[in-house]
């Protein structure tokens, strides 16, 4: 299993104890995380920090399109 | 998805895209060339017009061939984009532009790479046959919708079986029976549990998912309660699993298959820690019947549409499967120099799988010294790590023969026979 290096090292101690064969991977390398949302005339969305350039702007366009779509 | 979704016309989306191709081109986030740098040799080796980019950067001296934050353009992929926009807008426009893509210069040129091209598939064989594109179409009515749970105070929908989205709602379905709510993320606990769960979800969406065209996949027994609660929940032990557990729901699930990785267990990892995935995994065939590359191209389809236990898939790899479905003990067995082999497998303990995995180690040895096995041609000069044998069952890989199909006649995968006749054969094969 690969966890972040942002887990405290008392867990990912306790982990190994219990079997897990842990990694430390860096600090805001895994998982793709982003969100958007539509509230009132404002598109809002939002993501992880520096991994995924260009994400945000997709899934602004995403909101984009429903909302087009729910006005028609 | 344009057509029956969208709201733009085929022109701006294919537009945009083909003006940031030839301008400015895509920023190449951290992650890609991480992800090539992973699997690095066999974009050398199969995708030679994308190792000739490679080598070029290899030749420029920098580090990663693929450089980081630069962005990347690519003329042709524009000039493609350029053709389908080039007839008229509107409605006509738009039908035109989609012949253009199905029956025009797009397909002709999916069917040269088809006919011409030696590819590398995960069984080694190659693409043998694309049904044509005319037949390919967007938007068909998909026999099942979204999987959905309302576990979660907001519906949570995510994609059908055909990907793996459910495995998030089972793994929230398998959560919904722990007590997590004084727990920080952070809690060695949380993490357990949350990770046990993954690992058991997996193993179901292992067992059982696959195209609903083509496979029933149990999703209602997946996510309810009654599965969860009485058959999964209770193997999440105190610690860490590492066997593949699948459920069994009567009538469904299929037996594994057999894969070999080259490399080192290690390489498998990392491989999948970057979302190379699967690209290094390739079919164990033993000696029975590994076909000739272009034998196979010509008589195969791809493995995808494969049932197990035909075309040299033989029944030395049927029963290896079958026996290792019922071994869930990882074992390590040296047999020959270069060919350890790892089997993974479901239930309960068998003594034959190890023997069984020993025998096809040593045929995969055999078969890559004789370069039978395309995947495995470097194994003489890496003499590095052992060679991995994973067993994964895979129902929702294989679909049935085509019945008599042919895609020079032009017929479509809908004759494939119903997904009854796999089921039928994959009980048998259990």
Not at chain 2, 381 to 388: E, K, S
Request: glycine share 12%; aromatic share 4%; charged share 30%.
């Amino acid at each position: 299993m690969t966890v972040e290096g942002r887990f405290p090292p008392a867990t990912i101690a306790a982990l190994r104890r219990r079997g897990h064969d842990l990694e430390v991977d860096a600090d805001w390398s895994l998982g793709r995380v982003s969100a958007a949302a539509k509230d009132g005339p404002l598109l809002k969305a939002a993501r992880q920090p520096a991994v995924h350039a260009g994400l945000c702007d997709g899934k602004m366009m995403a909101a984009l399109e429903r909302s087009d779509k729910s006005r028609r | 998805m344009l057509r029956d979704h969208g709201t733009m016309e085929l022109c701006g989306g294919a537009g945009a895209g083909a003006r940031l191709l030839r301008t400015g081109g895509f920023a190449v986030v951290p992650n890609i060339s991480k992800t090539i740098e992973a699997v690095r040799d066999l974009f050398e080796t199969e995708w030679p017009e994308f190792g000739r980019h490679l080598a070029q950067g290899r030749r420029a001296g920098r580090r990663q061939a693929v450089r980081q934050s630069r962005r990347r353009r690519d003329l042709s992929a524009a000039a493609a984009r350029d053709e389908i926009r080039r007839p008229a807008a509107g409605k006509r426009g738009s039908r035109r532009r989609r012949r253009a893509w199905y029956g025009g210069f797009v397909a002709e040129a999916v069917d040269r790479f088809c006919r011409t091209q030696e590819v590398m598939d995960s069984s080694g064989a190659g693409i043998a046959a694309c049904s044509p594109p005319t037949t390919w179409r967007a938007g068909r009515p998909r026999s099942s919708g979204p999987a959905a749970t309302t576990i979660t105070a907001t519906p949570l929908r995510k994609t059908g079986p055909w990907g793996q989205g459910p495995v998030a709602l089972q793994q929230l379905a398998l959560l919904k029976g722990f007590d997590l709510d004084g727990l920080s993320a952070e809690d060695p606990d949380f993490v357990h549990t949350v990770v046990e769960c993954a690992k058991l979800a997996f193993a179901d969406r292992e067992a059982f998912y696959g195209d609903p065209e083509f496979v029933r996949v149990p999703m209602e027994t997946l996510l309810s309660d009654g599965y969860n609660d009485d058959e999964r929940r209770k193997l999440v032990g105190e610690r860490a699993s590492r066997e593949l557990r699948p459920g069994h729901i009567p009538g469904h699930g299929a037996p594994p298959i057999v894969r070999v990785a080259r490399g080192a267990e290690v390489d498998v990892a990392h491989a999948g820690a970057h979302g190379a995935g699967e690209t290094d995994h390739r079919s164990v065939r033993g000696d029975e019947g590994v076909p000739h590359r272009r034998h196979a191209r010509r008589h195969l389809p791809s493995r995808r549409h494969r049932p197990l236990g035909q075309h040299g898939v033989g029944d030395a790899e049927r029963r290896l499967a079958a026996e290792l479905a019922g071994d869930p003990r990882p074992r390590l067995r040296p047999h020959h120099a270069r060919a350890d082999v790892l089997a993974r497998g479901g239930a309960a303990g068998q003594p034959g799988a190890a023997q069984a995995a020993a025998h096809h180690a040593d045929a995969v040895a055999g078969a890559a010294r004789r370069r039978a096995l395309p995947g495995l041609r470097h194994a003489g000069r890496r003499p590095a790590g052992p060679v991995v044998a994973e067993c994964i069952p895979t129902p929702c890989a294989f679909r049935p023969q085509p019945a008599g199909g042919d895609r020079r006649a032009g017929i479509p995968h809908r004759a494939f026979p119903e997904p009854r006749s796999i089921r039928a054969s994959a009980g048998r094969a259990m």
